[in-house]
């Protein structure tokens, strides 16, 4: 049987965590005020959201602010070779 061999090794596998929790005794347990201090430490980390959404009247550009800068220096890059090359151009 080819399944034989991998029904020995689970039957090892769950003897050795069997032992393992054996000899790792009581489940690790902490302090009252342990436990608030860091329940209270990471509700300051991670902030629940609120589920109504925050009114930022400046969300759109934080949004389209990237494409504005892209836009922007795009044109600006135009204009300086436009003015270096059209005086050239008339001669």
């Known amino acids: ?10 039957e090892q596998l769950s003897a ?6 054996d000899e790792a005794g009581a489940p690790f347990e902490l302090h009252p005020a ?8 990471v509700a300051r980390t991670f902030p629940k959201k609120s589920d109504e959404p925050a009114a930022e009247p400046e969300g759109w550009w934080k949004m389209f602010w990237p494409r504005f800068a ?3 220096s795009l ?3 135009m204009s300086v070779l436009a003015g270096l090359l059209l005086p050239g151009l008339a001669k």
């Open 70 to 72: 892209f836009a922007g």
């Open 16 to 21: 050795w965590a069997r032992k393992r929790r």
């Open 1 to 10: 049987m080819p399944d034989e061999p991998n029904r020995n090794l689970d």
């Open 75 to 77: 044109c600006l890059a």
């Open 34 to 41: 342990t436990r608030k201090l860091l329940q209270d430490e």
